[in-house]
Structure formats: C-alpha cells, structure tokens
C-alpha cells in the first residue's frame, strides 16, 4: 500500500506551490514533474492508493511516448506491462483479427500505484483519503478545502491542477468553470474474472460491438481478465444489470461469456461524454478527463491524461511566481490544440457506433480493406507500425 506522506495539519500549514487533486495519470504525472521542477507539491486524492478504476487498461503507444519523454520509458514494463500484439474486433456479423502493435496492458491498480510512487519519489507529498473541492482564489493564492475522516482543513497554493477524473466536484468551488454532459452520453462499466476463465486469448484486445454499446477484454499482469463496456443509459435499465448487458453484447457479436458473471462484481461511471469548460482560471488548470471526454472505445484517455499533464504543468509553473491571464488563454490555447485535435477520430469513431447500420458498413469495408483497419488502429497509437493482416 502506498502510504499518505504528509497529515492534514502539515498540509495546512504550508503555502503550497502547487496542490494537485487527483492521482490519476494525469495528477500524478502533473505532481511528479512539478517536483522536479524543485517547487513544493501537495498530491491529493479522494481514495486510498493504490485503488481500482473502471478502464481498459490499455496503455496505448501515444501514452507509452509521453511516459518514455518524462523519463518513465520502462516504468510499464517494471510492473509487469504485457505487450498488446492482436486487436479482435466483432460486430455485426464480421470478425476483424489485426496483428499490430498497440501498446501495453496493466491493470489500473498498479499502472495508477506506481505514478504516484514516482511522483512521491521525485519529491511531491501525497494525502490519500483525502476529498479536496477547490475553493475561490485571492490575489497570491487558490484555496483548496480538504476533508479527511471526517476532519476539514483550508490549504493554500500558488497554483491549482485539477485531475480529478470525470466526476469533478472538486471544481464545484469556482463558479467560471462549467460542465456540459452530452444529452446521449454512455455509461461505463467494468470488471475483473479470474486468471482462470480461458476464452480470451492474451496480448489481444477484443472488442464486442453491439447496437447499444461496446465491451473491451483484455489479460493484464496476473492473466486476470480486465472487462470494460460503455452502454447506452436506457439499455442497462432495459436489461437490469451491467452483467446482463455486456453479457447481451457479447452475444450479439458472438464472443464467449464471461465465467460466473454476477452483478456484484461490476463497477459503474457516471456518464462519460462531457466537456468542461474554460480548462483553466486564476490560479488554476484542468487537466486529463477533468477537462472532458469522449468514449472508450479508442482507449486513448490514459495519453490524453499524460499528454495534458507533460504540458500543462510547464505553463503552470510560470505563474508560481506571478499569474497572469495570459497563462490561462496559453493553457486554452495549448489545451485545444493538444486535446482536441486528437479527439477527431474518437468522435468520429462514436458518431459511427452509435448507427448500427453505418457500424456495419464500416465494419465490412474493414473486413475486406485491411488497410482500412489499419489506418484507424494506426491513428488512435498515433504510430505508424501495424503489421500486415494475419487472419480473416
Ligand atoms: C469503460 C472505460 C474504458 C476505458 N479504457 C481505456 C483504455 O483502455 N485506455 C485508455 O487509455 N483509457 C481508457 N479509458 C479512459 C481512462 O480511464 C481515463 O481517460 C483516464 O483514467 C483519465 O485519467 P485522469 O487522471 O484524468 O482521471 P482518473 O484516472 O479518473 O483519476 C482521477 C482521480 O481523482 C480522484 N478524485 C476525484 N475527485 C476528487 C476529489 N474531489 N478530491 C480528491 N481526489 C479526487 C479520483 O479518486 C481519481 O483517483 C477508459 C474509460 C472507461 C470509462
């Protein structure tokens, strides 16, 4: 377990140069480079590390790059990464085998744990358990209103990173800052099996598409099976239960069952599809799913995460010592074009799963033009190395 280094009286009795909410890739990526950029760094987050979190838990090659840029080239492969080397993808009626290299595997658990290791090791302090909302800014400072087994605290910093992942109550203190769900917005879902249910194959990642959702499989360290779904909101009330409906899901794409599903093992997200906006104000920055998100299915929000943080505490740390307004319309500016542009094809890929038809087209035009699947596999790694097709 990977203890709180500091207790609530510590953490209010510094002005902090920077508090960090959220030790997701982004607040631990964002905390562990603000360390080491010498300043002072308080990393917070709400449950106890290390902790589950509903993903894929692919790290993709976009995400593996900003990792080997910050000096934590080998940091997945240390804890046990498992290289991904097949993508499977059923819909409709057509079956999709790819060979190409995707990235890595890791449970969350641990991927999460050892960020937030590197970043204590670089020097940030870190209070888990610990639930944080962001409070008004004066002219030196952001307060940050920290509660803790039922004990609350004000602490103060020069800057604010806010990473607190799709949930965002911490933001609800600063009143410039809004978030819009999509009216059509999925859920997520996900799971653990047993290293001992044997259907799916490991370094793969099988994807089931359905008409009202998708469901990801992949093996991560331990050979457990890491089960994640994104589901339209009326087709999990519809079917009672997040088991029953990526049980249905994989039917409809003829995957296998997964062993001794039972409901009580699921865990939920709230809806997926946002956008936060502006992503920065006095004194502060939004990073990762914080700022916005779209869906799962390219399994890009792990590089997102990193790549907002790589760039984002840059920018932050120019207003340590002095914030201007013009350091939040760079944070925006850089935000846009860093995020948003990568969204494209994760829009587009979610505009298309949402009409079965078009998903159906699409996907026989990929079972018969390899190149086509290529091309999109290609563009959510962001690498052009996909090997050629295998098996139809
Ligand atoms: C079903 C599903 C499958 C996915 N699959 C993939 C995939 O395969 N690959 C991929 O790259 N991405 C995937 N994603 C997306 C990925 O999980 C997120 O984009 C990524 O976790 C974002 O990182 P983050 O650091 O911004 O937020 P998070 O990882 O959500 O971290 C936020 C942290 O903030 C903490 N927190 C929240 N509020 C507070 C508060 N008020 N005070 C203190 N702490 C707080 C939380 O406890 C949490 O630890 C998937 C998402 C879903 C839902």
């Known amino acids: 377990m990977t203890p709180a280094t500091i207790d609530l009286d510590e953490a209010q009795r510094h002005v902090w140069d920077a508090i960090v909410v959220g030790a997701g890739p982004a607040g631990a990526l964002a905390a562990r480079r603000f360390a080491l950029a010498g300043v002072n760094v308080l990393l917070v987050d709400k449950k106890a590390f290390p902790r589950a979190k509903v993903c894929g838990s692919c790290v993709n090659r976009r995400a593996l790059a900003v990792l080997n840029d910050e000096g934590l080239g080998t940091l997945v492969d240390r804890i046990g990464g498992i290289a991904l080397e097949h993508f499977h993808l059923g819909v409709r009626g057509c079956s999709i085998h790819r060979h190409a290299l995707l990235g890595k595997a890791i449970s969350r658990t641990r991927f999460d744990n050892a960020l937030v290791e590197a970043a204590i090791a670089a020097g940030a302090r870190f209070l888990a358990e610990t639930h944080a909302t962001i409070e008004v800014c004066d002219n030196t400072t952001r307060g940050v209103r920290l509660e803790r087994h039922g004990r609350t605290i004000h602490a103060r910093a020069r800057v604010v990173a806010a990473a ?5 109550a911490a933001l609800e203190g600063e009143p410039s ?5 999509a009216a059509r917005s999925r859920i997520g879902a996900g799971r653990v099996v047993d290293a001992g249910s044997s259907a799916y194959n490991d370094k793969t990642i ?12 992949v093996r991560v360290e331990d050979g457990s099976l890491n089960v994640a779904a994104a589901f339209d909101k009326a087709f999990i009330k519809a079917c009672e239960s997040s088991a029953r409906a990526a049980a249905a899901i994989l039917r409809e794409a003829g995957f296998p ?3 001794s599903d039972d409901d009580g ?12 906006r502006p992503v920065a104000a006095r004194r502060l920055i939004i990073l990762g799913d914080a700022a916005g998100y779209i869906e799962p299915f390219t399994g890009e929000g792990i590089g997102w995460a990193l790549s907002s943080a790589s760039a984002g505490v840059p920018i932050a740390l120019e207003g340590i010592e002095r914030w201007t307004s013009a350091i939040e319309r760079e944070w925006i500016e850089t935000h846009r074009l860093l995020i948003g542009r990568s969204t494209l094809v994760c829009r587009g890929l979610a505009f298309t799963l949402r009409r079965p038809r078009l998903a159906g087209l699409v996907a026989k035009l990929a079972e018969r033009t390899p190149a086509i699947a290529d091309m999109i596999i290609r563009r959510i790694n962001a690498s052009p190395t996909v090997c050629p097709q295998i098996s139809n």
């Open 164 to 168: 607190s992942g799709l949930g965002n």
């Open 177 to 181: 800052i809004r978030t819009r769900i």
């Open 206 to 217: 099988h994807m089931a598409i359905g008409r009202h959702g998708y469901v990801g499989l």
């Open 257 to 259: 069952a997964i062993q």
């Open 265 to 276: 093992s699921w865990r939920g997200t709230v809806a997926l599809s946002r956008s936060t």
